[in-house]
């Protein structure tokens, strides 16, 4: 158990102290720094990385080679560091400037959707700088909630809860997430939430890279029972490291809808994301 403790206290402060040096240097800096780091945790990530390398088999291994698909993997842990630094420097980042770092393409789906007044459920999942792009709403005038996992340390969880408050959002817990996004939605706020993990929650298979994924079907049952448009979204790091958010248009799903009709609005927004 002490070890435990003592692993869970290194963690938190490592985290801590990393989180301020990041704030602390300068932005191309901090960049270099993290992708030296993703490449390091490529290397000793061991378990990681082949997990990496298997699910880019299964969604590019009829098209790239074993080589291709192994420099794939390196790279993923790079973007990985590049990402967190705009991730955890969100207080560094005002409504002003947010301009010259990320550009969107199809904000009038979002705005049109807001416009409503119901509330809109902006779907994405774990690509790209994803913190960064709810953030991005917040300074862009929305309000916006999102739903996050509780982290096994409630003083990791607080730290990256009051950087994502920083930022604008106002943050729910998975485990109390149906009645606090209910009553963000009656409010008239963006929903944000990530849709690509198998987690214990009702779901259905779908297509994601062409394979049978489990893919939870709350979006799609909170539209039906609200009228809430579910609109998809995601975020990309440039090769000059700024950042683009693309939003589709918005997903409408029928009144008290059938199994059937469930499952087709949890394909169509998989597949935008």
């Known amino acids: 158990m002490w070890r435990k403790r003592l692993k869970n206290q290194t963690i938190f402060y490592v985290v801590r102290i990393f989180l301020a ?6 932005r191309t800096t901090a960049l270099s720094v993290c992708d030296t780091l993703g490449r390091i945790v490529c ?4 378990g990681t990385r082949l997990r990496a390398i298997v699910n ?20 993923v842990f790079r973007d990985l560091g590049r990402n967190a630094v705009d991730a ?8 002003e400037t947010v301009g010259c770092l990320v550009a969107v393409e199809g904000m009038e789906h979002l705005e049109a959707a807001y416009a409503e007044g119901k509330g809109v459920l902006a779907v994405s999942g774990h690509m790209g700088n994803f913190e960064l792009l709810g953030a991005y ?8 909630t999102v739903v996050a996992a509780a982290l096994y340390d409630e003083r990791l969880d607080a730290l990256l809860g009051a950087n994502r408050i920083r930022g604008g959002l106002n943050v729910v817990q998975r485990a109390h997430a149906t009645s606090a996004v209910l009553r963000a939605l009656r409010r008239g706020e963006v929903v944000g939430l990530l849709v690509d993990q198998d987690t214990r929650v009702p ?6 890279f062409d394979h049978p994924t489990h893919t939870p079907v709350g979006p799609a049952v909170i539209a039906g029972r609200t009228g809430v448009p579910i609109v998809p979204m995601g975020i990309r790091r440039r090769e000059d490291d700024t950042h683009l958010i693309t939003i589709k248009p918005p997903i409408s799903v029928e009144d008290r809808p059938s199994e059937e009709v469930v499952n087709q609005a949890v394909q169509k927004y998989t597949s935008e994301i």
């Not at 709403?137 to 916006?144: E, I, P, S, Y």
């Not at 779901?203 to 994601?208: E, L, Q």
């Open 21 to 26: 040096f990041i704030n602390a240097i300068p």
């Open 203 to 208: 779901g259905t298979f779908v297509r994601f």
């Open 56 to 75: 880019l088999n299964r969604g590019y291994g009829s098209e790239r080679t074993a080589a291709e698909i192994r420099s794939m993997a390196v790279q």
């Open 137 to 144: 709403l917040a300074m862009k005038g929305f309000r916006v």
């Open 43 to 46: 290397l000793c990530a061991t």
């Open 88 to 95: 955890v420097r969100l207080s560094q980042i005002t409504p």
